[in-house]
């Protein structure tokens, strides 16, 4: 039983292609992804790259982890009119979700250099829950619990496009699923993040989802993501980058 569902809002042939999946990513303007960034205007890393020495899917959970930090009263995601880069001070940006629709408009300004973090598509199965049927079968563990059923609802998306800058991302091997980690969010988002299990404290959790880790030239550039939802409703949202010069 999957708890939390978070609508997240992508560049086929925009990465070079001799761009190793294991790469290290610095600020350098001289960076080999740096000097195809200011070529073609936008860069995705591939999905094993390693940017500050971490995957993909470690600051997966900082997104998350961030995502949970900030109080309900300047959520970027509870409010669209939020700016994006509330509370935010590591070295990737992380772009905002909007979670109480699958279908909207946002833009965010992204500051130069900074490798920017976009969800496509993502969730996260958390626990503990109110629900005392929630709980991992017998001899299970509870990340394995968490992650198959993070998987299994989010096996439902259909028809997934994602788009930057009007170029197809293949999206098919940009699918990051987590192991287990901790998160503490904040008690002002319990009842208005909608995620039933949320307990403004410590929990534990999974995220399953589709991920890009971009390096954007200075200008604005257009992130659009388009799918049918596992529930069934349609997804299309877009995210204006304005990054600065």
């Known amino acids: 039983m999957l708890k939390h569902i978070i609508a997240v809002s992508m560049l086929m042939g925009c990465a070079p292609d001799a761009m190793p999946d294991e790469v290290e990513l610095e600020p350098a303007a001289s960076s080999d992804e740096a000097l195809e960034a200011r070529s073609w205007g936008a860069v995705v890393l591939p999905p094993g790259a390693r940017v500050y020495g971490r995957p993909i899917t470690a600051w997966a959970k900082e997104w998350y982890r961030w995502h949970f930090r900030v109080p309900a009263d300047r959520s970027p995601m509870l409010r669209l009119e939020q700016d994006c880069d509330e509370d935010q001070d590591g070295p990737v940006y992380f772009v905002p979700t909007y979670d109480l629709d699958t279908t909207y408009q946002r833009t965010c300004r992204v500051p130069r250099n900074r490798p920017v973090l976009v969800p496509l598509w993502v969730i996260i199965n958390d626990y503990p829950c109110p ?85 954007l030239a200075p200008g604005e550039h257009v992130v659009r993501v388009q799918a049918l939802a596992p529930f069934g409703s349609p997804i299309d949202y877009t995210y204006t980058l304005r990054v600065g010069r």
């Open 131 to 215: 629900d005392p049927s929630f709980e991992p079968a017998p001899g299970q563990t509870l990340e394995d619990f968490l992650r198959q059923g993070a998987i299994d609802f989010n096996n439902g998306t259909q028809d997934l496009v994602v788009t930057v800058d009007g170029r197809r991302v293949d999206t098919r091997r940009h699918r990051h699923t987590s192991g287990l980690f901790t998160f503490d969010a904040d008690p002002s988002l319990v009842g208005k993040i909608p995620d039933p299990c949320l307990v403004g404290g410590e929990q534990r959790g999974v995220t399953d989802g589709w991920w890009l880790m971009l390096q």
